[in-house]
């Protein structure tokens, strides 16, 4: 029902930015952005709910990352400002059909991207 396909990856320097895009096909409910650093579990970074724009973040990106949406082209975006080392990893954004319960578990999700590596370095 929903695909995802995502860009906008690539390596930076501390203290750059980044803007990643996720489009999707299909009516979502929400897309959140996921991330995975090898050895570690996924981690919900942030969330955008289609039905009155709310967001959601996690506590280690507030204030650096914002996420919103371009409803012409059902596009959601995560602008990433002050990057840091920890920040690196590969970046999913993730769609549900419907409202969703908890935002940063990733098991609230029905619909995945392919992923996109960031790379921040020192």
């Known amino acids: 029902q929903v695909q995802l396909v995502e860009s906008g990856g690539g390596l930076v320097q501390a203290g750059g930015s980044l803007r990643l895009a996720c489009v999707a096909s299909?009516?979502?409910?929400?897309i959140a952005w996921f991330r995975q650093a090898p050895g570690k579990e996924r981690e919900g970074v942030s969330c955008?709910?289609?039905?009155?724009?709310?967001?959601y973040y996690a506590d280690s990106v507030k204030g650096r990352f914002t996420t919103s949406r371009e409803l012409a082209m059902n596009t959601v975006y995560l602008q990433m400002n002050s990057l840091k080392p920890e920040d690196t990893a590969v970046y999913y954004c993730?769609?549900?059909?419907?409202?969703?319960?908890?935002?940063?578990?990733?098991?609230?999700?029905?619909?995945w991207g392919q992923g996109t590596q960031v790379t921040v370095s020192s």
């Open positions: 299909g009516r979502t409910g929400a």
């Open positions: 993730a769609a549900v059909g419907r409202e969703f319960g908890i935002w940063y578990f990733p098991s609230e999700y029905d619909y």
């Open positions: 955008f709910r289609s039905s009155d724009g709310r967001t």
